[in-house]
């Protein structure tokens, strides 16, 4: 009977779990930290661990990789975790650790979401870390800068884990339908397509993919002869995406950010928030959307209404600190409102037409009254010499020129008529009638 109630807790074990590996060989994705000669597959053979803070999203393999070091490290390793642990499990561990280390025992403490650790729990492993009695390996998915102890954190080092690629994640499925303790003992049937769609649902988190995997194998349709076949329909009703999903790497996610982008610029918010929504429901990242449509805000808006840079900024912030789905409405409002601004590319081409006069005349040197002089030997070179500071000047503003000679009299900046552009170039043409004026009485 035991053995049996042994076996069955293992069966119902999640896939996930059934496949973490146990060392580096079997272990996916952060090729920038574990690749051959990286810092951190070199700290882990050689068992010369710190100090550190893994920091990643969800589902990229911090808990993992902890577990990989303890089984690698000659070290005692414990591990708890910062949800259910207090000050009174810090100083048992800590004792512990004192006691090893009079020994000469090295100690690994792991603490999973060590972000969840007030101030003073924190502060409570800092004297042990500095004495060198415990080797600290934090997990967290926030940013250390800000949910760490900066005393603390100054003694970790911080290795950023990134979400696993769409070849990775593959990589990752395929592995589990052959690995015996995966589903490698099935015989089972899934398109190459549809195992690009699990990894494009996951969005970078192997948890969610494998989770997803296991989900429709166990609702796939057997036939006679005892084969698994998973089909779209049943992927779709796992995860309730339909023909939203699309490859985010693919041309689908191009077409659809292309399709967004050019109904704002036409000023069809209709059609910009359906573009909007297909994106979202389809597991896009909406942090990437946010940089889009802050680029927009320039890019397509510009000064004819600078508030919509405001807006989107904004947007982009809050999908930071909410996520989806609550950031959803935070975008609509962003791409709303720049639907209905006036628009003009003014900023852009002002941009790409100071950009190609750059690359034409890198060697064209900064006139001397508009350099730095911080030495005494760059006054005696004339640097600075000349400048006039315009707070000193009635109105703010001073004839001198502050284009290379060459370029005298050249326009970048061209203002539209549209929004608040007129304004700005009625102003600007204040300015370029004022120094000439004042440049044709010397």
Same mark, same amino acid.
């Given at each position: ?23 580096? %060989? ?12 990286? @810092?951190?597959?070199?700290?882990? %053979? ?19 990789? &902890? ?25 048992? $561990?800590?004792?512990?650790?004192? #006691? ?57 080092? $911080?290795?950023?884990?990134? #979400? ?65 076949? @998973? ?27 292309? #399709? ?29 959307? #946010? ?13 004819? %209404? ?34 209905? &601004? ?101």
């Amino acid at each position: 009977m035991d053995q049996l109630s042994l076996f069955d807790r293992e069966i119902v074990q999640p896939l996930a779990a059934r496949l973490r590996p146990d060392d580096l %060989d079997g272990y996916v994705g952060q090729t920038h930290l574990l690749g051959k000669g990286k @810092v951190l597959r070199r700290l882990i %053979d050689q068992d010369q661990v710190c100090s550190m803070i893994f920091w990643g999203p969800p589902g990229v393999g911090k808990t993992t990789l &902890a577990q990989i070091i303890a089984k690698r490290t000659k070290a005692e390793f414990i591990e708890f975790s910062a949800v259910t642990s207090g000050i009174k499990e810090i100083r048992t $561990v800590m004792q512990q650790a004192e #006691a090893n280390k009079s020994f000469g025992q090295k100690t690994i403490v792991f603490v999973d979401e060590i972000h969840r650790f007030n101030k003073a729990q924190q502060d409570a492993f800092l004297p042990f870390v500095e004495k060198g009695s415990i080797i600290l390996i934090g997990a967290t998915t926030e940013n250390p800068s800000f949910e760490i102890n900066g005393a603390l954190l100054s003694r970790c080092k $911080v290795f950023v884990l990134q #979400a696993l690629d769409q070849k990775e994640l593959i990589q990752l499925l395929q592995h589990a339908l052959k690995d015996p303790r995966g589903f490698g003992g099935q015989d089972i049937f899934i398109e190459d397509d549809l195992l690009s769609m699990i990894a494009s649902f996951a969005n970078g988190d192997a948890r969610i993919a494998l989770s997803t995997l296991e989900m429709v194998v166990l609702n796939g349709q057997i036939d006679k002869n005892g084969r698994v076949r @998973v089909t779209r329909e049943i992927l779709e009703q796992c995860i309730s995406r339909k023909s939203l999903l699309y490859d985010k790497d693919g041309e689908e996610h191009y077409n659809l950010i292309s #399709a967004l982008h050019k109904s704002m610029r036409n000023s069809d918010p209709d059609a910009a928030v359906y573009w909007l929504a297909r994106m979202l429901e389809a597991g896009e990242d909406p942090i990437y959307i #946010a940089r889009r449509v802050t680029r927009f805000a320039s890019e397509d808006v510009g000064m004819a %209404d600078s508030r919509g840079l405001e807006i989107a900024v904004a947007a982009y912030q809050a999908c930071h600190l909410i996520g989806m789905p609550e950031c959803s409405v935070h975008l609509t409002h962003a791409v709303v409102y720049l639907s209905l &601004a006036p628009k003009s590319n003014a900023l852009e081409s002002a941009y790409f037409a100071a950009r190609d006069e750059a690359l034409k005349s890198l060697a064209e040197p900064v006139p001397l009254h508009l350099r730095n002089a911080p030495t005494r030997l760059m006054s005696e070179l004339s640097y600075g010499k000349g400048y006039q500071y315009a707070h000193d000047y009635e109105g703010h503003i001073t004839a001198m020129q502050c284009l290379p000679p060459s370029l005298e009299g050249r326009e970048f900046y061209v203002p539209s008529d549209q929004g608040n552009e007129p304004r700005y170039r009625e102003r600007l043409d204040q300015i370029k009638a004022w120094k000439k004026q004042h440049r044709e009485k010397k």
